[in-house]
Each structure stands twice: as structure tokens, then as C-alpha cells.
């Protein structure tokens, strides 16, 4: 977009946006109770958390982000946000790094939620989805892999879990997520009866959650190897380097990791030395500015960016927006699918908080990127305020 392009976008738009300025930043904590627990290899959980993150200005637009915000430190340095442009997203980024010594590098970003609000409010300052605004579009939807298959208070869990798989293959859904790291035995008895329920056609990952070691897991990888999965997910823990390297030569299933690191670790321990074979990265940690650099950087080293997603239906459309730009990692007619996680466990407010519903076409599969201003979604704040648990408000 030219100089005299902007001008004239801008002017349609009827905002001053280079003159714009934020006014105030609310961050929301939000918390819902579940009927029933669920489980993983490192905990139980009976309730949902999230973070919203809302951005006020001078022009009367409001911006929205689901993701970390370290609220306290940001009220102790509103200096770096209150009365700045939301254009200088990417400066606002960088300088909100958690402060490191002067000889080391900057520490992880402390607000990616407000990032990601910011992307919101530039793109609806310009006309624009964000999507435009992030790269080069490559699709106006995105297939959605399903994340459910918890352990639950099942007498029989092999059973529960493939009666669960069968009913989200009739739902619709062509790939699917289940959750390991209960033991070996117990892992290789579950992922047998779930390929046995969903047949050999639907697609399927495994998640241990860094339950084992890496010599446990290379033992277990190749009793896995003939369940045909899609990836294995955090088999040990996130800093294990040595082991991600020793699986990636013993066992023949991708290797997939990185939801929980932040952006520069992971791009100088997980891309660049190719440890995996699929990146999860969350906007939780890395915000939409990290996001843009890792669909280049993934792009470059031939590793596949197959988003982590766990949060609510914003972070979800803010995803959707993400992968529109995510570049195929090869010039095939049809080269490995770009696809996120949509989780599908319950969750009181994921949908709730927003006007529009983010579901799959029932017909594609996919997922339609929303073709509005901004997110181009719209936040409903009496549903936010329902779940809100805690509320910081930052102005100058
Ligand atoms: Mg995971």
C-alpha cells in the first residue's frame, strides 16, 4: 500500500489514524466452572481461564486480544502504551519486553494480548482485516484439527475415548487430537482404539505433555509407529533439546512442540536447528508481531507451523487471520495442509464472548477467515464482565 493508497484508506475510514491515540488498556480475567473434570498426563482441571485484553483511543475504536498481559508491570509502565499509536504495534512489542541485563538479549514480550489488539485496532483504522495487513494472503480459510479426547472419570478409558472419537467423526471432523503420556501400556491401548474407531482415514496426533524421558519415549514411539499418526506432540519436556534430537533420528512419527515457549527461544532453539517437524507456537506467548515472523522463518527452515490454539473464540479468529498468511512449505498442487488447533472440550465462555459464531463450513471443513475491519469479529463485553473474575484498568 503507496503513501497516497494509505491517505485515501484513511480518509475513507473517516479516522485520523496516525493521529490516533490509546486512551486506556483494561485487562480482563475471566473464569468458568466445568461440569465435568478432565485430564491430562500433568493434571485434572475443573475450571477454564482466559485473559482478554481491551484497548481504548482517542478515536472512538476499540480493539480486542486474547493473550498473556503481565497487567501489574504494564500498570507500573503505562508510560510504554498510554498515548502512543497503535500503528507503533511492532516498537510497542519489542520495547515491552520483560527488562533484561544490559549484555543479554530482551526477555520474552509481556503483553501479547495487547498486541493483538492493536493488530485489531490498525486494521480497523485502515478498512482492513487483519489478515491484510499481516503478509501475503495465501487462503480465505483454514481446516481446523480437532482438539478434544481428554481423559475423563470413564470406568473404561479406551472405550470412552473411541465412543468420544466416533462422535466427532460424525460431527464432521476429518483430524483430530487425542491425549497420551499415561503410561506406555496404558497409551498404546488408547491410540489402538481410537485408529480402531475412526478407521484409517481420519487424521491423528497424539499429546503427551512432556510426560516422559527420552528413553522411555523412543521405546513407546516405536509401538506407536503403526497407529499411521499425524505428529506426537511435547513427548519430553520443552527444554529437553538433546531429546527432541534423539527422537527425531530413532522414531518415524513428526515430532511437534513449542506451545509454550517464548518467541525468540523458540525460533533459536526450535527453527533454526529444524528440532522439529511441526511448530505449535501459541499467540498466548508470541502475539500476532511474533507470529508474523515465525510463518517466514518456518517457511525458511521447511518446518510446518501448525498452530497452538487454547483459549477462546478470539484467539481463534485472531489464528484464522494468522494462518490466511502462513506460506505452503512447498510448490505441490497440494503441498503438507496448513491447519490450527480448535479445541472442542467444554468451555463455558470460548463462544460466548462474541456476536459471531467461528464453526466450520459444514460442507469444506474449514473455517472461514472473517472478512471485516480488523479481527473483524465483534466482542460482547456484558458476556466478558459475566466471567470476569479480575479486572486491571491502565490510563495515563
Ligand atoms: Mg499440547
Redesign the pocket.
Same mark, same amino acid.
Given at each position: 500500500m503507496n503513501t497516497e493508497t494509505l491517505t485515501t484508506s484513511l480518509e475513507a475510514s473517516g479516522v485520523n489514524a496516525p493521529r490516533m491515540r490509546i486512551t486506556g488498556v483494561r485487562v480482563h480475567t475471566l473464569t468458568g466452572e466445568l461440569k465435568k473434570r478432565f485430564g +491430562?498426563s500433568l493434571n485434572w482441571t475443573r475450571t477454564r481461564t482466559g485473559k482478554l485484553v481491551e484497548v481504548s483511543t482517542d478515536a472512538g475504536l476499540t480493539g480486542w486480544g486474547d493473550g498473556a498481559c503481565d497487567a501489574e508491570w504494564l500498570a507500573a509502565n503505562a508510560h510504554l502504551v498510554i498515548g502512543r499509536s497503535p500503528f507503533e504495534v511492532e516498537a510497542i512489542y519489542d520495547e515491552l519486553r520483560r527488562p533484561a541485563e544490559p549484555q543479554q538479549r530482551p526477555g520474552p514480550p509481556s503483553a501479547p494480548g495487547l498486541d493483538v489488539a492493536l493488530w485489531d485496532l490498525v486494521g480497523q483504522a485502515l478498512g482492513q482485516p487483519v489478515s491484510a495487513l499481516l503478509g501475503r494472503r495465501y487462503r480465505t480459510s483454514v481446516r481446523p484439527y480437532l482438539?478434544a479426547l481428554y481423559r475423563k472419570d470413564w470406568p473404561d478409558l479406551a472405550g470412552g475415548l473411541a465412543e468420544e472419537a466416533r462422535s466427532w467423526v460424525a460431527a464432521g471432523f476429518q483430524a483430530m487430537?487425542m491425549k497420551i503420556g499415561f503410561s506406555p501400556d496404558t497409551d498404546v491401548e488408547v491410540v489402538a482404539a481410537v485408529r480402531e474407531a475412526i478407521g484409517p482415514r481420519i487424521g491423528l496426533g497424539v499429546?503427551s505433555?512432556c510426560a516422559y524421558d527420552a528413553g522411555t519415549a523412543a521405546r513407546l514411539g516405536a509401538r506407536l509407529e503403526p497407529f499411521d499418526l499425524m505428529w506426537w =506432540? =511435547?513427548p519430553v519436556l520443552a527444554d529437553d533439546l538433546d531429546g527432541y534430537r534423539r527422537l527425531r533420528e530413532a522414531i518415524r512419527i513428526p515430532l511437534?512442540?513449542g =506451545?509454550t515457549a517464548p518467541v525468540d527461544w523458540l525460533i533459536e532453539n526450535y527453527v533454526q536447528p529444524r528440532l522439529v517437524d511441526i511448530l505449535?507456537p501459541d499467540l498466548e506467548s508470541v502475539g500476532l508481531t511474533g507470529a508474523r515472523l515465525l510463518n517466514h522463518l518456518c517457511w525458511l527452515n521447511r518446518i510446518r507451523l501448525i498452530p497452538?490454539n +487454547?483459549s477462546t473464540a478470539l484467539r481463534t479468529v485472531a489464528t484464522l487471520h494468522w494462518m490466511a498468511c502462513c506460506p505452503p512449505l512447498t510448490p505441490a498442487l497440494q503441498p503438507p495442509e496448513v491447519m490450527f =488447533?480448535f479445541d472442542q472440550t467444554e468451555h463455558p465462555f470460548r463462544d460466548a464472548i462474541l456476536e459471531e459464531r467461528i464453526a466450520p463450513d459444514p460442507a469444506s471443513g474449514l473455517i472461514p477467515v472473517p472478512t471485516g475491519p480488523g479481527l473483524g469479529v465483534t466482542v460482547i463485553p456484558d458476556a466478558v464482565a459475566e466471567f470476569r473474575t479480575k479486572l486491571v484498568e491502565i490510563s495515563g
Open positions: +491430562w482438539t487430537k499429546d505433555n =506432540e =511435547e511437534a512442540g =506451545e505449535q497452538h +487454547w =488447533e
